[in-house]
């Protein structure tokens, strides 16, 4: 009886610990770091909002937003930089969540998106005037659509990973650029030019850091575990 009391108590102490360790979370490393800049970086100017009377309102009694070809932070920091796992990890399935993208005070919101390849992309129009969406990819399809005031949101997939600029035909202070990547380590900086890449298991990879102006740069670095490794970028800038 005292023996079979000794079996029953060790397979619930398995059983457990398999229930602790299936609940716990994949073991992985992080690579983490700052885009930053050396030199003197275009000096933005606010947009031009002409052609579009609704526009202008609603800007009347305020300046126009700056440009954000070049926007950067404190400490030399540069944002709207995509930071990304361009080689080593493999191809993941597009989260079921969708990506937004905002035409909002006659602005596209953000002025860099990330989303993954397949990933279903809503597009809204807040703005009481019609807008313009017309992305131009060299790999994707091109398309070209209108959305006036009050219009359901349009859903669009990419089904291949590129950089795609974006403009309005109707209002041309208007772009952005969508960042279709394969893989769920990506990350856009913001204001402090930080970013974080989480949950890459032992591996060596390539980090590619893509800016719309300054082009891109890679760095290759090593997980061998649940550790974090730092990877600094710095573009060289000019005017």
């Known amino acids: 009886m005292q023996t079979k009391h000794v079996v029953l108590a060790g397979l619930a102490m398995l059983a457990a610990s398999t229930v602790a360790i299936a609940g ?8 983490s770091g700052k ?9 933005m100017k606010p947009v031009e909002i002409t052609g579009d009377a609704r526009c202008a ?22 944002q709207n930089v995509v930071v990304y796992v361009s080689a080593g990890a493999p191809d993941d399935a597009a989260p079921s969540t969708a990506a937004v993208f905002t035409q909002k005070r006659c602005r596209y919101i953000p002025h860099v998106l990330a989303l993954h390849v397949n990933q279903e992309l809503i597009i809204k129009n807040e703005d009481e005037t019609v807008h313009n969406i017309h992305p131009l990819p060299k790999l994707n399809q091109e398309w070209d659509n209108t959305q006036g005031p009050g219009h ?18 109707f209002h041309p202070w208007m772009h952005a650029t969508f960042a279709v990547l394969k893989n769920s380590h990506y990350a ?4 402090g030019g930080t970013f974080s890449l989480a949950n890459l298991p032992p591996g060596t990879y390539t980090v590619t850091a893509w800016h719309e102006s300054y082009g891109d740069q890679s760095q290759e670095v090593t997980i061998s575990g649940n550790e974090t490794k730092t990877v600094n970028f710095v573009f060289k800038v000019n005017p």
């Open 188 to 191: 856009v900086t913001g204001d």
């Open 24 to 31: 716990q979370s994949p073991a992985g490393g992080t690579v």
């Open 152 to 169: 359901d949101a349009l859903s669009k997939k990419f089904d291949k990973a590129e950089m795609i600029p974006v403009k309005c035909n």
């Open 57 to 78: 309102m609603m800007y009347k009694n305020t300046l126009p937003p700056l440009a954000e070809n070049v926007v950067t932070g404190s400490g030399k920091s540069l």
């Open 35 to 43: 885009v930053s800049y050396e030199g003197k970086p275009a000096k």
